[in-house]
């Protein structure tokens, strides 16, 4: 995924920079309008991130610039504006969401992967029992179990592993959990995850040929359902390595 990012806002831009590019993904900055839109107008991305008040060009002139030209690229505008008239404004002009700061970077990615994959059909099924080869959590009764023993965990360690199992099979950053589990909005430069996913890893994985939690080195962390046992060959490390 490619994206543009029109932010005059430094913070805010890096905020979302990092965020993405930990995922994988490529994001162009612009700090102000004109340059943004120029960039809109002679590149290929898979979507815009505008925000409302910028130097130059007005986050909407660009949104309404580049409909006038049949550019229908998936738009996201920014703003601090979160008025409903100034919602239903922005979303007349041309934008496809609108989403006001201060925002979550898990509810950005949503939207943008939403924007992108809209006609994809896939859906958001929310379960009462998330399964990993022989760990069960049950959502209903708090209770997690390996092999059919149960395992005690402490509040954020629950949380923890429970986003972690919603997202199964998939790479989950430094940035989403600091979000979701611990409700961060930025980095607060502590090992607060490592020490967390180190315990949480002691209760579940110990023990057991099959470890459930990796870490994908310099990214983030996984929960792989496989049966097989870690491997470096797939690229996956243990969090204590």
Request: glycine residues 8%.
């Amino acid at each position: 995924m490619k994206l543009l990012v029109i932010e005059d806002d430094k913070k805010v831009s890096q905020f979302i920079e990092r965020g993405f590019k930990e995922l994988g993904h490529n994001v162009d900055i612009a700090e102000e309008g004109k340059t943004g839109l120029f960039l809109a107008m002679t590149e290929q991305y898979d979507a815009l991130i505008v925000d409302r008040m910028l130097p130059g060009i007005e986050g909407l002139t660009i949104v309404q610039t580049l409909r006038a030209a049949s550019n229908k690229i998936p738009i996201i505008v920014l703003s601090a504006m979160g008025k409903v008239d100034d919602r239903v404004k922005g979303l007349r002009s041309g934008a496809d969401d609108y989403l006001v700061k201060p925002f979550a970077f898990e509810e950005l990615l949503a939207r943008v992967e939403v924007l992108i994959e809209r006609c994809s059909g896939k859906g958001d099924v929310r379960q009462t029992e998330l399964v990993a080869h022989d760990l069960v959590m049950d959502l209903l009764a708090r209770k997690v179990t390996r092999n059919g023993v149960e395992i005690e965990l402490q509040s954020r360690e629950f949380r923890l592993l429970e986003y972690l199992l919603r997202n199964k099979g998939q790479m989950v950053t430094r940035t989403m959990l600091l979000e979701h589990v611990w409700d961060y909005h930025f980095d607060p430069q502590t090992n607060v995850i490592d020490v967390h996913i180190s315990r949480l890893r002691n209760k579940i994985d110990k023990g057991f040929e099959n470890k459930i939690i990796k870490t994908i080195r310099g990214s983030g962390y996984i929960i792989d359902d496989s049966i097989h046992s870690i491997s470096d060959e797939q690229g996956f490390h243990d969090i204590n390595d």
